[in-house]
């Protein structure tokens, strides 16, 4: 954050700026992972959906900072390219024996960004409450419900279905 902090209400738009541009580099990432990944793979389309809903949770922190009359967008969050670098490191350009590994480590480097944004979903509507921002929090909440419910749904496809797939490829060494 350049130049000084004056207030929480403050705190709270670069909390939005943050996520905004955290989701951006997300949603890059998650189409990029989509694209890379066996075609026709069911995660190959949950890539695709989470793509399009953290560009859908972008237009609301864009509104959410017009109501303040604020951008969200502008920031840039060097975290979440930290973890975008290793998330393409490892499903871009490694190499698997079998791509249910690749599949394995999609999910993983996928869940570390998710849980990045629900961190900040979390702080900013605890800001919001404070803050009296009614209609914010409202917004907040949901984008963190939704969120943790994504997270939820690749848990399940990689303990029900990408783990066992995975570590199967290790049998047929
Ligand atoms: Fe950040």
Redesign the pocket.
């Known amino acids: 954050m350049s130049g000084t902090t004056k207030s929480l209400k403050d705190l709270y738009i670069h909390e939005i700026k943050?996520?905004h541009?955290?989701n951006k580099q997300a949603a890059e990432t998650c189409g990029m992972f989509a694209r890379k990944l066996p075609e026709g793979s069911p995660l190959v389309q949950k890539f695709q959906q989470s793509e399009k809903m953290i560009k859908d949770n972008n237009a609301e922190l864009e509104k959410l900072a017009e109501r303040h009359d604020e951008k969200a967008s502008g920031?840039h969050?060097?975290?979440?390219e930290g973890l975008v670098t290793e998330g393409k490191k490892h499903v871009l350009h490694s190499d698997y024996t079998d791509e249910a590994l690749r599949e394995a480590t999609a999910i993983a480097q996928f869940q570390r960004m998710t849980h990045?944004a629900l961190a900040?979903y979390g702080t900013a509507n605890a800001y919001a409450k404070q803050l009296g921002d009614h209609q914010g929090s409202k917004a907040l909440q949901g984008l963190l419900d939704e969120g943790y419910e994504g997270d939820r749904a690749f848990t399940d496809m990689a303990v029900n279905c990408i783990n066992e797939q995975a570590a199967e490829a290790n049998e047929e060494e």
Not at 77 to 80: A, E, F, N, S
């Open positions: 943050d996520i541009s955290a920031m969050c060097k975290g979440m990045y900040g």
